[in-house]
């Protein structure tokens, strides 16, 4: 599996209609925490990639990780 571009969170927040504080609100983190996350300028845990992907009701690997096409082929 490879990282998706964090245009996809973005992109999902957007569609929602959040705002950065919106996020960091449902998120119990400050808003420049949260920004920093989407830009790639804070390391991202599991726990929080958990808590993110609950706000979209997905799973975290639906939002920050995709199958390589040699990983498609295998299944």
């Known amino acids: 599996m490879v990282q998706k ?3 996809y969170l973005k992109e999902l927040r957007e569609n929602k209609g ?3 504080l919106d996020m960091a609100e449902m998120l119990g983190i ?5 920004w920093q996350i ?3 300028n804070r390391r991202l845990y599991y ?6 992907a609950a706000v979209f009701d997905l799973k ?6 995709e199958e390589t ?5 295998d299944n």
């Open 60 to 65: 975290p690997d639906a939002i920050f990780y």
């Open 47 to 52: 726990d929080m990639a958990k808590k993110i």
């Open 30 to 34: 400050s808003k420049a925490y949260y």
């Open 18 to 20: 959040l705002s950065y």
């Open 5 to 7: 571009n964090m245009n």
């Open 69 to 73: 096409e040699e990983e498609k082929k």
């Open 38 to 40: 989407e830009h790639k």
